[in-house]
Every structure is written in structure tokens, then in C-alpha cells.
């Protein structure tokens, strides 16, 4: 396959798909050189165990739900499209959600169609989740789209269109060891942190197993890294592992978010523990639903620059 040669398949599960929203959450910031959306299409590239791929998601006609086109480029793109159902969450098991506060109803209505994403790809979320770890969104997501834009490679495809679109694939596990200390602090990104991801780029195969590990013996392996904690860890097994009960303890803004959202109180993270017992095995599908719905509490005052996650 030439690097502008494309494979194709679709997913047609007989339901709508908002794939836009379901693919969502592997956008970091406006400026994410990896991840493009235009109404009805998105376009995303990462690193996958065959090497790097760009893959193209549109909307055509079905007789029921919808049908999502998927076309990929690049030495990953049939590993990209063997995963395309359980990248769009159809490995989700939404069936034993039920509902326990009565605010959440209209918003699950709304967004009832939404799934759980499974990429696969651990480093693809993990190295993120660790430059957000104790900064304001704002600055993590400007030192990710430096870094890729400095250290990453063009993606594979149409040259005219991932030129126009400014499409770049992340650095290998080589090329993120090669990034000099200085690097990493002239993005913003401090010594902890790069420290952290470096920790993970040595144990970077024993990691990628995690998307497939059982839950506990996934979850347990990337707490072993010193640096990845139950923040880091929720954030990188929502997205890779499609762990649909991975709740994001420790940021700044959830706990009270979702508090307000079901008490009319905000609560800190054991107040939150507590809280989501009834949803066990779904509390990352409450989390999303707060923030989609916008019923966390109202952001009030000067902005600050706070940190929009504490802990690891």
C-alpha cells in the first residue's frame, strides 16, 4: 500500500452513531494537530502498533440508524479499521445503565446514542493525560500541539488535504526519548512531568498490554509508574480501554461538578465516591453526561489559573 492509498470500511449498528461526540475525547485543545471535525466529518491520526495511520470518519444514508464511512491511510490503517466498531463503542455496555437521580434523565435522553470510545492505544492517551496532570487545560493542551508539531511526522494520506488541515501524527516511543530536557520546559511542560513520561516510554510495551489486561490488572500496572496516578490512570482507560466505570478523581472541576449536577452541592472526591456507588461500572458515563449536559455548577468570578488537575 502507497502512502496515499486508501482502505475503507464502515460500521452501520442500525442506530444513530455521534461519532463527532464519540470521538470527542481524544481531541486536546482547539489546536490538537492530530484531530480535525468539520460538521459530519472527523478526521484523527495516532500511533498504532503497525506504524502510523490517518483515519477519516463520514456520515452517509442507511435505511436505519446510520452508516459511518471510515477511510484510513498509512502502514496502521487495517489495524485502525479492524478496531472501528469498538473505536465507535459498540463494545459498550450501555444496556445495564440505569438512572438514579432524576436530573440526569433529560440529558441522557439527549445523549443516549453517545458510547463509550475504545482506541486501543494506550500511549496515545497516557502521554497527554500526563502533560495535563496539575496545569490548566489551556497550558497542557499548548505544550501537547507543540510538541507534536516539533517532534511528530506529517500523516499519511492525501498530501493536499492533510497539508491543508496541518495533520501530524505523534512521536514514536523513540521520538519522545529524544526530546531534550529543555524541550519539554520551553512548552511548559516541568520536569516532573517529562520525568513521568519518561518512566512510561521505558516500560512502553508492557503498558500497551493494559487495553487488553483485565480491568483491576490494567488499572494496577499503570499505577505501578511512579508519576501515573488515579487521575492520569481514569483519563488514559476511558479513552484507550473504554472503561466506562474510570471516573476522573482528583480534577479540579469534577467532583464538584458532578455534586451540583445531583445534590444541587458540590462534594469532594470521597463525597463523589460515595455518591456514585449506585452507578457502579458506569460512573465515567455520569461524569460525561454532567459535561455534555452542562449541569455542573456555574463558573462564577475572574477566571483563575487554577489547576484544572491536582494529583497524578
Do not use: N
Not at 145 to 172: C, F, N, S, W, Y
Not at 176 to 185: A, G, K, Q, T, V
Amino acid at each position: 500500500m502507497t502512502a496515499q492509498a486508501s482502505i475503507t470500511a464502515d460500521f452501520a449498528p442500525g442506530r444513530p452513531v455521534p461519532f463527532e461526540a464519540i470521538l470527542g475525547v481524544y481531541q486536546h485543545g482547539s489546536g490538537d494537530p492530530t484531530y480535525h471535525s468539520a460538521p459530519g466529518v472527523v478526521w484523527r491520526t495516532a500511533r498504532t502498533p503497525d506504524g502510523p495511520v490517518t483515519l477519516r470518519l463520514h456520515r452517509e444514508p442507511a435505511t436505519s440508524g446510520d452508516r459511518v464511512v471510515a477511510h484510513a491511510w498509512g502502514p496502521g490503517a487495517q489495524w485502525t479499521l479492524d478496531g472501528l466498531p469498538e473505536l465507535l463503542g459498540d463494545t459498550d455496555e450501555l444496556q445495564t445503565f440505569r438512572i438514579h437521580h432524576e436530573t440526569l434523565h433529560r440529558v441522557a435522553r439527549t445523549h443516549q446514542h453517545w458510547r463509550v470510545a475504545r482506541s486501543r492505544l494506550i500511549l496515545d492517551s497516557l502521554i497527554p493525560a500526563i502533560i495535563e496532570q496539575r496545569v490548566t487545560g489551556k497550558q497542557a493542551f499548548g505544550a501537547y500541539r507543540q510538541l507534536v508539531r516539533r517532534h511528530g511526522a506529517p500523516a499519511p494520506g492525501p498530501a493536499e488535504t492533510i497539508a491543508k488541515l496541518r495533520l501530524m501524527v505523534p512521536p514514536d516511543v523513540a521520538g519522545w526519548r529524544r526530546i531534550p530536557s529543555w524541550e519539554w520546559l520551553r512548552t511548559g511542560v516541568d520536569g516532573r512531568r517529562a520525568d513521568t513520561v519518561q518512566r512510561v516510554l521505558q516500560v512502553a510495551p508492557r503498558l500497551a498490554e493494559c487495553a487488553d489486561l483485565p480491568r483491576e490488572k490494567a488499572w494496577q500496572r499503570l499505577r505501578s509508574v511512579p508519576g501515573i496516578g488515579v487521575w492520569t490512570a481514569a483519563e488514559t482507560m476511558q479513552r484507550a480501554a473504554g472503561d466506562a466505570d474510570a471516573v476522573s478523581f482528583g480534577d479540579y472541576h469534577v467532583a464538584k461538578d458532578i455534586g451540583h449536577a445531583l445534590t444541587g452541592a458540590p462534594v469532594d472526591d470521597q463525597g463523589l465516591a460515595t455518591l456514585l456507588e449506585p452507578y457502579a461500572g458506569h460512573r465515567y458515563r455520569v461524569q460525561y453526561l454532567v459535561t455534555a449536559g452542562r449541569l455542573g455548577a456555574p463558573r462564577r468570578g475572574p477566571r483563575l489559573a487554577v489547576p484544572t488537575h491536582l494529583p497524578g
